[in-house]
Structure formats: structure tokens, C-alpha cells
């Protein structure tokens, strides 16, 4: 088989940021202010600080002005909500992150839907999963935004395509599959229940890993020609799908790290950048 296509994801994101600061810059010389994104962090997860200084480092680059909300592992969920009613109040905040996972004592989905819509930039929130799905104006979940976005500009087709998503969490598994359908792929999402998996993923033109366990897609589960997305991140810089035996198989795949990662990252920017223009009326 030809060598696979890399669906470069760092390379397409670095493209995207460009466009974005020259549509950061316009807003700061029509409206002289200077749009914030606010990221809230709870507690210390050491991949969660990194997660959101890369957030905070796109930012920077393409001009918006990231703010730091750092709260401690025993924040309630009551303080938590208190501190995300008064970002939807700011008026410079056009987006709120709030950092997922949150300690498990807190109330993740409420926080989460507390999040005003015109400011759910990362699409965490009940409100936006509804109207994406509906094909209604909202935001969507930033890595499944992430993944829609890289497959179209690499010109992956699919619709009528065999789509197989491994994983259902409210961020990732389920919204993706959302937006697939509306590509008008055939999807099936498969999940820790779920019987036959390597049978159903052998029946796959594009397999969406998102299960959170290392080089979990073994090859011989991967059909000839496959496109594969790689949605994990793991320690050691592993994906969910065991690339290195897939690679003579597939016909083009996101490489871990420099795929779906930078993606997410440029899906909240722009959807920060979109959110500013709208609040601003630029
Ligand atoms: P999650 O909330 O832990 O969800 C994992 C999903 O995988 C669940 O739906 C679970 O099924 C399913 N699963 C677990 N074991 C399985 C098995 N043996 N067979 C089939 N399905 C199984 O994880 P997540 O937040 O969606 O993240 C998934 C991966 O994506 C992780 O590696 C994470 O680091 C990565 N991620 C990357 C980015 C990025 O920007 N690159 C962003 C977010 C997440 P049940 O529902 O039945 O439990």
C-alpha cells in the first residue's frame, strides 16, 4: 500500500492561528479592548496545568488575553458556580474553559451548564451539545470541532462512510459521533459495554479513537485502508490506537502528538475569537 497520508494537525492549527490574530487585531483597533478568555482550574492535576498553560499560550498568540482562575482541590460546587456566574457577568470575558476534570466532589455537569452560552467557547454545556446536534447555532466541544475540522481540510470524505467512535463521554465520544451523523456518516459509537468490538471497528472506513487507554486499537482490528483518528492522549505521548502496527494499513491518519491535540486548542481559539466578534458586534 502507498504510504499513509498524516493528517497534521500542528500544521493546520498554525494556519488557523494566523487567520485568527488578524481577526484579534481588528477587533482591538475597532473596539480599543482587548478579548479575554478565562480559564478556571480546581485543584493542582499536573496535566490539567499543562492543559491550560498551552490554552493560555495560544492565547497569547493570536492576541486574546488569557485570565488564569485558579481555585483549590476543596472548592465547592456552590463557589464554583459562584465564580463562573461572575465571568458571564464580566464584560470583558467572551469565553469561560472550565478545566475538565474537576475534583470529584464537585458538581462537574451543573458547572458545566452554568457556563452562559454565548461564552461556552469549549461547547461543554447541555445548551450547546442540543443545538450543535440540531444543526442550531452554538459551539462545539472543542476536540470534536477539532477532528471535523482537520478530516475536511485533509478532504476525507464522509458521508455514507462506515464510522466507528470508540468512547461516549459527554466531551469527546458522544459529541464527535454527533457531528459525524450530521456529516452523514453511518456512525455507531462503541463503549466499555459494547460486544465484538474489534469485529465492528474491522467494519470501519474511519475509526475515531477516544478511550483513554494506551494503543488500545490493536491493527488487526483496522481494515485495509482505514482513515484512523487518534483521539487519546497518554502518558508517554501515546494515542488510544497502537499507530505504529497500523501504519501499513491505513490510508491516512492523525499523528499523536501534532493531531486531534493542536486541533482542540485552535477550535477554542476560534471559537473564543467568534464569540468576541459576536458579543462586540464586530
Ligand atoms: P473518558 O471520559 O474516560 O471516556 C472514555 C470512554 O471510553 C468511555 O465512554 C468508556 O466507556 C470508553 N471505554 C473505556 N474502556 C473501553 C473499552 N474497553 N472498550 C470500549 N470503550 C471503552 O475519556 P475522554 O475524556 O473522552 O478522553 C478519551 C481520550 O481522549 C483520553 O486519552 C484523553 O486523554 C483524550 N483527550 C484528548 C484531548 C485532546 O485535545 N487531544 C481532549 C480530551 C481528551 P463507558 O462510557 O462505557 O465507560
Known amino acids: ?47 490539567s496545568v499543562t492543559y491550560v ?7 497569547r498568540r493570536v492576541g486574546l488575553e488569557p485570565r488564569r482562575v485558579e481555585m483549590p482541590a476543596e472548592t465547592t460546587t456552590e463557589e464554583l458556580l459562584a465564580q463562573i456566574e461572575a465571568l458571564n457577568e464580566d464584560p470583558d ?15 462537574e455537569a451543573r458547572c458545566f451548564n452554568a457556563i452562559a452560552p454565548v461564552k461556552d467557547v469549549d461547547g461543554v454545556n447541555v445548551a450547546s451539545f442540543g443545538a450543535v446536534t440540531m444543526k442550531q447555532e452554538g459551539y462545539r466541544s472543542a476536540t470534536p470541532g477539532g477532528i471535523i475540522r482537520i478530516l475536511k481540510h485533509y478532504g476525507v470524505e464522509l458521508a455514507g462512510k462506515e464510522v466507528v467512535v ?17 456529516e452523514d456518516a453511518t456512525v455507531t459509537i462503541a463503549h466499555s459495554r459494547t460486544e465484538n468490538l474489534p469485529e465492528i471497528v474491522r467494519r470501519a472506513d474511519v475509526v ?3 478511550v483513554g487507554k494506551p494503543r488500545f486499537v490493536q491493527a488487526d482490528w483496522v481494515k485495509e485502508g482505514a482513515v484512523l483518528v487518534d483521539a487519546g492522549y497518554n ?10 502496527n497500523c501504519i501499513s494499513k491505513c490510508s491516512a491518519y492523525t499523528p499523536v502528538p501534532g493531531g486531534v491535540g493542536p486541533m482542540t486548542i485552535c477550535t477554542l481559539m476560534e471559537q473564543s475569537v467568534q464569540a468576541a466578534e459576536k458579543m462586540w458586534g464586530v
Open 235 to 244: 502518558a508517554g505521548n501515546v494515542g488510544d490506537i497502537d499507530l505504529e
Open 1 to 47: 500500500m502507498a504510504e499513509p497520508l498524516i493528517l497534521n494537525g500542528k500544521a493546520l492549527a498554525t494556519e488557523i492561528e494566523a487567520e485568527l490574530s488578524v481577526r484579534v487585531q481588528k477587533l482591538v483597533e475597532k473596539t480599543g479592548r482587548t478579548p479575554v478568555l478565562a480559564t478556571i482550574l480546581v485543584g493542582d492535576n499536573p496535566a
Open 208 to 210: 475515531v479513537a477516544a
Open 93 to 107: 470575558v467572551c469565553g469561560i474553559l472550565l478545566q475538565h476534570p474537576v475534583p470529584r466532589h464537585i458538581d
Open 53 to 59: 498553560t498551552m490554552k493560555g499560550k495560544a492565547c
Open 166 to 182: 470508540i468512547g461516549r463521554s459527554p466531551i469527546l465520544g458522544k459529541p464527535v459521533a454527533m457531528l459525524l451523523l450530521n
